[in-house]
Nanobody
């Protein structure tokens, strides 16, 4: 079982930025596709962004496209989510997720390992 630990959440004003990090207990992060999901109170967990094993391809939810950037440092077993131009509707618990395959879909069921989550709160 892959262990994932997120950090970097916090309280920020609308328009501000945060950078989330996720450290994975893996020998070869390059073979895993990594993703970020979020869950707001009373809502379903939703896809935010994903990056392929090699880091060469990324995809984003329409709601964050152009504002968020996912990146991966395979040498440090770390995945980042840079969040700019934050909006109050971005408020949620953000989860890091790992897919043991280097390519796949964006459904929650495509990812087999999850972190505990980090809270992001954007004030208006």
């Amino acid at each position: 079982q892959v262990q994932l630990v997120e950090s970097g959440g916090g309280l920020v004003q609308a328009g501000g930025s945060l950078r989330l990090s996720c450290i994975a207990s893996l020998r070869t992060l390059s073979t895993y596709r990594m993703g970020w999901f979020r869950q707001a109170p009373g809502k379903e967990r939703e896809f935010v962004a994903a990056i392929t094993g090699s880091g060469g391809m990324t995809n984003y939810a329409n709601s964050v496209k152009g504002r968020f950037t996912i990146s991966k440092d395979n040498a440090k077993n770390t995945v980042h989510l840079q969040m700019n131009s934050l909006k109050p509707e971005d408020t949620a618990v953000y989860y890091c997720a790992a897919d043991r395959l280097p390519y796949g879909g964006n459904a929650k069921t495509d990812f087999g390992s999850w972190g505990q989550g980090t809270q992001v709160t954007v004030s208006s």
